[in-house]
């Protein structure tokens, strides 16, 4: 996930030998839907623990689209921790509801989601 991008460097400095996939996802911004462009795994990523890197999490549905690219890798949702910065419980709710054994972490869960992380992260706002 392209924002997840901005969190992997925090990920790295801390687990040096960490494997690192790549999921390239984008919503239709009129539909909200999410599309998967590009996936890219360890080949053995059905056998590890999974941290899944979203900064922002407002609607879920993107959230959901990767956790289904990682099940149809053979990922069990069980295994799998999301890490946001930011939730809101929509977000939250809607993964739960689609995959009730995922793991979330954030920071902070409230109803407005501070918008364009990834934009302002990389400097392209």
């Known amino acids: 996930l392209s924002g997840g991008e901005a ?8 687990c040096r030998s960490i494997r690192i996939g790549k999921i390239l996802i984008q919503s239709d911004e009129e539909t909200q839907r ?14 590890r623990k999974v941290l899944l890197m ?12 990767a956790v289904k690219v990682l099940v149809e890798h053979g990922v069990q949702p069980s ?28 920071t902070e869960v409230h109803p407005v989601a ?8 990389f400097g392209t706002d």
């Open 54 to 65: 979203y900064p922002i999490l407002s609607t879920g549905n993107t959230v959901i689209e």
């Open 79 to 106: 295994v799998i921790i999301l890490l946001s910065l930011f939730s809101t419980p929509h977000g939250a709710k809607s993964i739960i509801q689609e995959f009730p054994e995922i793991t979330i972490l954030t």
């Open 114 to 121: 501070p918008t364009h992380f990834g934009q302002k992260y």
């Open 7 to 14: 969190m992997e460097q925090g990920l790295r400095d801390c």
């Open 34 to 47: 999410a599309k998967v462009y590009y996936a890219k795994f360890p080949p053995d990523i059905y056998r």
